[in-house]
C-alpha cells in the first residue's frame, strides 16, 4: 500500500534585515529588523545586532533589545547609521537567543559611495636642507575636489615651491606636491589639514572637512566617539 505525506513546514521565528542597497558618506540611511513569530504563543527575544568597521549609529543606541512578539504577528525594529568611509560592506545578521530562527540571508551587502582621500609626506634631508614630498591620493570612488594647507616649523624657511595647493583627483588619482626647506636645527615637520570637497556636498551648498585619522586622531576622535 503506498501512502502519500505531505510534509509539514517547521514553525520558526522569521528575522529579516534590510537596509538601502547605495548610502552616500556621512548621510544617514535606516537599517531595519523585522521579526515574525509564526508561533501559536508569545514568544521573548533577546537580540543583539553589530556593524562593520566605520559604519556607526548613535552613542546612545547600544543595538540590544529584549521584547516579545505576539502570536502569528511580527515586530520591526529599526535605527538609523551613516559610513565614515566609502566601500563595499556587509552587514551581519543580529545575534538572537534562541535555535528556532531562521535569517533571510546570511548578510546584508552595502555600497558606499563618496570620496577618500589619503596624505603620505615623506622628507629627504641633506644636511640643513629638506625636500619634501606630500602626496594626496583619491581612493574612494567618486571624484573630489582636495583643498591642502601644510605648514612648517618657526626654525624652517621655505626656499622654493608652495604649501597651500588645490586640486581635482578623480578615483585612484594621485598628486604630489613637492618643496624645499632650509631648517635650523632638530625639528619635527607638523601635519597637513586637508579639506575635501565632494560634488554632492557642493550640490548642497555645504562643505565638510573630513580629518583623516592618521593625521588628526584626537580630532577624529572626538567628533565620531
Given at each position: 500500500v503506498n501512502e502519500t505525506f505531505k510534509a509539514v513546514e517547521e514553525k520558526k521565528i522569521r528575522i529579516n534585515k534590510t537596509t538601502v542597497e547605495c548610502a552616500y558618506i556621512k548621510e544617514r540611511f535606516p537599517i531595519k529588523i523585522s521579526i515574525e513569530n509564526e508561533y501559536n504563543d508569545y514568544v521573548s527575544i533577546k537580540m543583539r545586532d553589530s556593524l562593520p568597521d566605520n559604519i556607526v549609529t548613535d552613542p546612545y543606541n547600544k543595538l540590544t533589545w529584549t521584547f516579545k512578539v505576539a502570536p502569528m504577528s511580527s515586530k520591526t525594529i529599526?535605527?538609523?547609521?551613516?559610513?565614515l568611509k566609502p566601500g563595499e560592506y556587509v552587514l551581519p545578521n543580529p545575534v538572537v537567543n534562541r535555535s528556532d530562527v531562521s535569517f533571510g540571508s546570511n548578510n546584508t551587502s552595502l555600497l558606499v559611495i563618496g570620496p577618500w582621500v589619503d596624505v603620505e609626506k615623506k622628507v629627504n634631508v641633506n644636511g640643513n636642507f629638506v625636500e619634501v614630498n606630500l602626496t594626496i591620493k583619491n581612493t574612494g570612488n567618486e571624484s573630489v575636489r582636495v583643498y591642502v594647507a601644510d605648514f612648517i616649523p618657526k626654525n624652517a624657511q621655505i626656499l622654493s615651491g608652495e604649501l597651500n595647493f588645490t586640486t581635482t583627483l578623480d578615483?585612484?588619482?594621485?598628486?604630489s606636491n613637492v618643496y624645499t626647506l632650509k631648517v635650523n636645527g632638530d625639528t619635527t615637520l607638523p601635519r597637513a589639514k586637508v579639506l575635501f570637497v565632494s560634488g554632492r556636498q557642493v550640490d548642497k551648498y555645504f562643505t565638510e572637512d573630513i580629518m583623516l585619522p592618521d593625521y588628526f586622531k584626537e580630532v577624529f576622535d572626538?567628533?565620531?566617539?
Open positions: 529599526t535605527y538609523t547609521v551613516q559610513a578615483v585612484n588619482q594621485s598628486y572626538s567628533r565620531y566617539a
